[in-house]
């Protein structure tokens, strides 16, 4: 069994509940004390568990640095790390050779999340996993870059597909036709427009280069970056995974930004509460690591109090499981007004209208 040391900010008992979950906080760097630790965790467990925030690559790394008090989990984090190292590789080759695809179609185009993370504030690649590729293009290049990557071969969407996801989303899901095939996402916004009032135009003026894996791309500029991973991990907000806190951690300690700046346009935007819940996130997970900046970031007391209604002790997760009505509450507080609530809610009430008679915005099959 694991013998581990970890900080356990609220009761014995809550410690005990979610020993897990503290032991890969541990890993993670969360600071632990005391040294007799609590005993009785299960390694399989632990490394599911990992695995399922994929946070594997980070605990293996971690484990291999505190030994031997984690060597029970050392083998399972060990191969989920190798996988990601697997993976990742496979995604890269399949970003650079769609890169080139765009470059010849003299598409302009900015990374997204994982792939401009790497080796931004991952030193080693299979620290943290990707599941896709995102690009983001000018949404009037779309069908220039569609009939480019019909034409090599890619895996296209249905012609309902594609217009369900131009009215429905801000992205278009294609895949890779190579031998391994891989899942590539192309962006035209950050977030559903009823949702924010994200100017994508911004975003590529913003634009900053970054090299990955020895060759040249474009990233979010740092403010535009870390307003992004807030409003991803917010978006994301039934099923939150721990990398996404620690991609946002390891931002937020990479250096300094232009606070006015990131207050002006979160504002602008929309996403002043994504911001609250994510950088909340940060602070729950990793107490006392949040830079004092961000903690303007705050919900109203309203907010604040509505969703203490589903908070959890667990320290790995900011709330418990919303479904149902509790899910559609937690959206709405995570907008920034209650025009944006009313405004949001009169999208979709004109789209399920629609879909209704067949007119518009009908899911593909």
Same mark, same amino acid.
């Given at each position: 069994?694991?013998?581990?040391?970890?900080?356990?900010? $609220?009761?014995?008992?809550?410690?005990?509940?979610?020993?897990?979950?503290?032991?890969?906080?541990?890993?993670?760097?969360?600071?632990?004390?005391?040294?007799?630790?609590? %005993? $009785?965790?299960?390694?399989?467990?632990?490394? !599911?568990?990992?695995?399922? #925030?994929?946070?594997?690559?980070?605990?293996?790394? $971690?484990?291999? %640095?505190?030994?031997?008090?984690?060597?029970?989990?050392?083998?399972?984090?060990?191969?989920?790390? #190798?996988?990601?190292?697997?993976?990742?590789?496979?995604?890269?080759?399949?970003?650079?050779?769609?890169?080139?695809?765009?470059?010849? /179609?003299?598409?302009?185009?900015?990374?997204?999340?994982?792939?401009?993370?790497?080796?931004?504030?991952?030193?080693?690649?299979?620290?943290?996993?990707?599941? !896709?590729?995102?690009?983001?293009?000018?949404?009037?290049?779309?069908?220039?870059?569609?009939?480019?990557?019909?034409?090599?071969?890619?895996?296209?969407?249905?012609?309902? /597909?594609? &217009?369900?996801?131009?009215?429905?989303?801000? #992205? *278009?899901?294609?895949?890779?036709?190579?031998?391994?095939?891989?899942? =590539? /996402?192309?962006?035209?916004?950050?977030?559903?427009?009823?949702?924010?009032?994200?100017?994508?135009?911004? =975003?590529?003026?913003?634009?900053?280069?970054?090299?990955?894996?020895?060759?040249?791309?474009?990233?979010?500029? !740092?403010? !535009?970056?870390?307003?992004?991973?807030?409003?991803?991990?917010?978006?994301?907000?039934?099923?939150?995974?721990?990398?996404?806190?620690?991609?946002? %951690?390891?931002?937020?300690?990479?250096?300094?930004?232009?606070?006015?700046?990131?207050? /002006?346009?979160?504002?602008?935007? $929309?996403?002043?509460?994504?911001?609250?819940?994510?950088?909340?996130?940060?602070?729950?997970?990793?107490?006392? &690591?949040?830079?004092?900046?961000?903690?303007?970031? *705050?919900?109203?007391?309203?907010?604040?109090?509505?969703?203490?209604?589903? *908070?959890?002790?667990?320290?790995?997760?900011?709330?418990?499981?919303?479904?149902?009505?509790?899910?559609?509450?937690?959206?709405?507080?995570?907008?920034?007004?209650?025009?944006?609530?009313?405004?949001?809610?009169?999208?979709?009430?004109?789209?399920?209208?629609?879909?209704?008679?067949?007119?518009?915005?009908?899911?593909?099959?």
């Amino acid at each position: 069994m694991i013998n581990a040391a970890m900080s356990t900010p $609220g009761s014995t008992p809550s410690a005990a509940v979610h020993l897990h979950e503290y032991l890969m906080l541990s890993m993670m760097g969360r600071e632990s004390v005391p040294k007799e630790g609590i %005993r $009785g965790a299960d390694p399989a467990a632990l490394v !599911d568990l990992c695995r399922a #925030h994929r946070v594997a690559g980070i605990a293996h790394q $971690g484990a291999t %640095r505190l030994r031997p008090r984690y060597d029970s989990a050392l083998a399972g984090l060990r191969q989920a790390a #190798h996988k990601t190292l697997v993976d990742n590789l496979v995604l890269l080759k399949a970003l650079k050779e769609t890169a080139a695809i765009l470059r010849a /179609e003299k598409i302009d185009f900015v990374l997204l999340k994982g792939a401009s993370l790497l080796e931004l504030l991952y030193p080693e690649i299979q620290l943290r996993p990707m599941t !896709d590729i995102d690009f983001l293009i000018h949404k009037g290049s779309w069908p220039r870059l569609a009939a480019a990557l019909r034409a090599k071969g890619f895996g296209m969407p249905s012609k309902e /597909e594609e &217009t369900f996801y131009r009215e429905t989303w801000y #992205h *278009q899901l294609v895949r890779s036709p190579w031998s391994v095939s891989t899942n =590539l /996402e192309f962006h035209w916004n950050l977030e559903s427009v009823e949702r924010s009032r994200i100017d994508p135009e911004d =975003l590529f003026r913003r634009a900053v280069p970054c090299d990955l894996d020895g060759e040249s791309f474009k990233r979010l500029g !740092d403010e !535009d970056l870390l307003i992004h991973l807030s409003v991803h991990l917010a978006h994301h907000y039934q099923s939150p995974a721990l990398i996404w806190v620690e991609d946002l %951690r390891r931002l937020l300690n990479r250096g300094s930004f232009d606070w006015e700046r990131i207050s /002006e346009t979160a504002k602008a935007w $929309g996403v002043q509460n994504c911001l609250a819940y994510s950088f909340g996130y940060v602070d729950r997970a990793f107490p006392g &690591t949040l830079p004092g900046p961000a903690r303007r970031f *705050q919900f109203s007391p309203l907010r604040r109090t509505l969703l203490g209604r589903v *908070q959890t002790d667990n320290p790995a997760l900011p709330h418990a499981p919303v479904r149902g009505i509790k899910r559609h509450v937690v959206s709405m507080l995570l907008l920034d007004s209650w025009w944006d609530v009313a405004r949001y809610i009169a999208v979709h009430a004109r789209g399920r209208a629609a879909r209704a008679v067949g007119l518009g915005r009908r899911a593909p099959a």
